[in-house]
């Protein structure tokens, strides 16, 4: 009896799911997403003129994933990139003191990273009706760093021994250079489903950081500002999910 009673509830579950359009999402409930992205880093800090960094001297990013779904709404997500950053006041005609300061720096970046993205739409179960899904997340992680700074081009004519810069030199060369740093990723995105397994993104991630020495240089440029640098990127996921209703084998 107890077996009958089992069959006989197992059979209004599948009913249920394959005949309410809003009962499918229940069947997607859980799964993994697989994720492979391209992009590039760009940095944000005093050897560059713009608050949203310089597009002059990037390099690419890649980037692997792997998220865990949670809910219709909910994935958590880890995440590996790496790439490049690099800055260097060469470049810049205007100020012109820039060219006359001449610092730079160059580091690679190796990222480890987890966070958590809301599906505004809740569409994690799978696309109905639009294709198109934007989503937002937060998180935590660690940044690996080689930072190579360099001052060796600076015009000691105009900046000479008694000047803020030479003086914050001798401060920032005997502070020893940050080898990992915790990083603090928050962004936006948004999903293109080519079919409910597989996905195109696109987004972009600011990092929050606690240093001003991603460059290598703090009191000899500004060290009331924090350095930072955000990423943008593109890829595709691919979904498998896990069905969290099963129908009796002797039902199939």
Not at 145 to 166: A, C, H, K, Y
Request: glycine share 8%.
């Amino acid at each position: 009896m107890t077996d009958m009673n089992t069959i006989i509830k197992s059979l209004l579950v599948c009913f249920s799911i394959f005949n309410v359009s809003s009962s499918y999402a229940q069947i997607k409930l859980s799964g993994f997403e697989y994720g492979l992205k391209a992009g590039t880093f760009i940095y944000q800090g005093d050897l560059v003129r713009s608050r949203f960094g310089s597009f002059k001297l990037i390099s690419p990013m890649v980037a692997i994933s792997v998220g865990k779904l949670l809910n219709p709404s909910l994935t958590a997500r880890v995440n590996f990139a790496s790439g490049r950053l690099t800055a260097d006041e060469a470049i810049y005609q205007n100020p012109v003191w820039k060219q006359q300061r001449n610092f730079a720096f160059s580091t690679p970046v190796k990222e480890l990273s987890a966070d958590l993205i809301w599906n505004i739409r809740g569409k994690n179960a799978g696309y109905f009706g639009s294709r198109v899904s934007p989503y937002l997340f937060a998180g935590a992680g660690i940044s690996f760093l080689n930072i190579r700074r360099d001052w060796s081009r600076m015009n000691s004519e105009i900046f000479g021994p008694e000047s803020d810069v030479v003086k914050g030199l001798e401060i920032d060369a005997v502070n020893p250079l940050p080898k990992l740093i915790p990083v603090f990723p928050a962004g936006a995105g948004i999903r293109y489903y080519l079919s409910p397994q597989i996905s195109l993104i696109a987004e972009g991630a600011y990092r929050f950081l606690t240093t001003d020495y991603l460059d290598g240089f703090k009191y000899a440029a500004n060290n009331k500002r924090k350095d930072s640098y955000y990423g943008l990127s593109a890829g595709i996921v691919y979904t498998i999910y896990h069905d969290k209703y099963k129908c009796p084998t002797a039902l199939r």
